[in-house]
Nanobody
Framework: VQLQASGGGLVQAGGSLRLSCAASGGTFSNYVMGWFRQAPGKEREFVGIISWSGDLTDLADAVKGRFTISRDNAKNTVYLQMNSLKLEDTAVYYC??????????????WGKGTQVTVSS
């Protein structure tokens, strides 16, 4: 499966962005979808994950209450709604896919990232 993330940009602290990740080349509903991020000088970290049908999600503690992950299997797309953005949310955001639901675990398929920059 091929993944393409989009929707990143520059936003002021406290603002919102919605990232999208479009999948192709596979049966989208067969895959668990995840979001990760990597800030400059830091290791990549888990942001969130959503199950095959979307009935189960898991978010990192750092984003709980601010970010929401959702998916539309008819559109082969997963979303990351980011509200109340903080400076520390600045990172390249990546979407990923895997056949198995394993929060914060490794995932098999990765897309190119989209840059999110939060300014003061």
């Amino acid at each position: 499966v091929q993944l393409q993330a989009s929707g990143g940009g520059l936003v002021q602290a406290g603002g919102s962005l919605r990232l999208s990740c479009a999948a192709s080349g596979g049966t989208f509903s067969n895959y668990v979808m995840g979001w990760f991020r990597q800030a400059p000088g830091k290791e990549r970290e888990f942001v969130g994950i959503i199950s095959w049908s979307g009935d189960l999600t898991d978010l990192a503690d750092a984003v709980k209450g601010r970010f929401t992950i959702s998916r539309d299997n008819a559109k082969n797309t997963v979303y990351l709604q980011m509200n109340s953005l903080k400076l520390e949310d600045t990172a390249v955001y990546y979407c990923a896919a895997d056949l198995y639901y394993n929060p914060s675990g490794p995932m098999d398929y990765w897309g190119k990232g989209t840059q999110v920059t939060v300014s003061s």
